[in-house]
């Protein structure tokens, strides 16, 4: 009679320990404890569990491969060099591959032809980081081995940060602080973190009887936050606060404000997102919404390496934190 394969759910109710536990012992990493990891290794030899892409490696006699994928939307966009985001995502991804027998290879990718010629086939799986819906449901009808560290579409597996919750709290922080004339610098509409900050945005004021005085902001750059300052001071001269979609454009929308004689945070305070290297390099330093990208990305690749295939719609999601500085 053939048997199914033991899963890392039944490695897990065998140990008594959780999904995420046997995940660390598994990849050794950080936060089981010693009892623990005995306990999961000794249900893994009880099972005979082995995590699907090392069988189908040992199978096949092929080396592994991990994508990580990331969409560059014009010409210019940054990448790794340019924006502390992927960064981040690259530092997640590594800090579970080491040790491991597995490659990783990098594709900045500005079209679904480019995604189409990804190996699907080759791969232990892909990590997507900002590839939009209608790209990432293409990639995954290809190879079902994927997960996104964003929001993406329905059936695409994720580990997505809580960004409606994270811009709902960085406005009612502003509120608390006395400011009543609250806009935002919204991200691109095609990003679907952008769009969720932008909906959390939305919600705060509504709830506290604000009005909405939100305007697009373009591409996750420097100069579009600087641009974008620009047109919400013409606008709407009297605006205590802004929040900002991210800190890149946070700080150029700082430098707008100090240009027009604004004071921050005495004249305008100012919040983003993401906690990067742009928040604490900032003059002043930012205030904001702590991501945790390297957490995401980590986990997402602690997902592809012990179970390959995810349930179609799987999501995680990660709590955003304030972080307060001096703007």
């Not at 990639?139 to 809580?162: G, K, L, M």
């Not at 929308?253 to 390099?281: H, K, M, Y």
Request: charged share 20%.
């Amino acid at each position: 009679m053939n048997r199914s394969k033991p899963t890392i759910e039944d490695v897990a109710r065998v140990a008594g320990v959780s999904r995420a536990t046997v995940s660390r012992v598994i990849n050794n990493v950080p936060g089981a404890s010693e009892p623990l990891r005995a306990r999961v290794h000794e249900a893994v030899t009880a099972l005979g569990y082995l995590p699907n892409q090392t069988a189908r490696a040992l199978a096949s006699g092929r080396p592994r491969a991990l994508d990580l994928v990331a969409v560059k939307f014009t010409p210019e966009s940054g990448w790794l060099g340019t924006d502390p985001y992927y960064s981040r995502v690259l530092a997640g991804v590594l800090s579970v591959l080491e040790g491991q027998d597995v490659h990783l290879r990098l594709h900045a990718v500005g079209s679904g032809e480019a995604i189409d010629a990804i190996a699907a086939d080759a791969t232990v799986g892909a990590v997507l980081t900002n590839v939009p819906p209608d790209l990432a449901a293409r990639f995954h009808r290809r190879c079902r081995r994927v997960v996104s560290v964003v929001a993406t579409a329905p059936a695409v597996p994720a580990v997505e940060a809580d960004n409606v919750g994270g811009a709902q709290a960085a406005v009612e922080h502003l509120y608390r602080l006395g400011r009543r004339r609250v806009a935002a610098i919204h991200g691109p509409d095609a990003t679907t973190c952008a769009a969720d900050r932008r909906a959390g945005y939305e919600r705060a004021v509504r709830t506290l009887g604000l009005d909405d005085l939100g305007i697009p902001g373009g591409e996750f750059l420097r100069e579009d936050g600087h641009a974008a300052a620009r047109r919400l001071l013409a606008r709407h001269p009297d605006v205590d606060a802004v929040f900002v979609a991210c800190d890149v454009m946070a700080a150029g929308a700082v430098q707008a404000l100090t240009e027009t004689g604004r004071r921050v945070p005495q004249d305008v305070s100012v919040v983003g997102f993401d906690d990067s290297l742009a928040a604490v390099c900032s003059n002043p330093p930012l205030t904001t919404m702590r991501v945790p990208v390297e957490e995401m990305a980590a986990e997402a690749t602690r997902l592809l390496l012990n179970e390959g295939t995810l349930p179609v719609g799987y999501r995680e999601r990660f709590p955003v934190t304030l972080v307060q500085r001096s703007s």
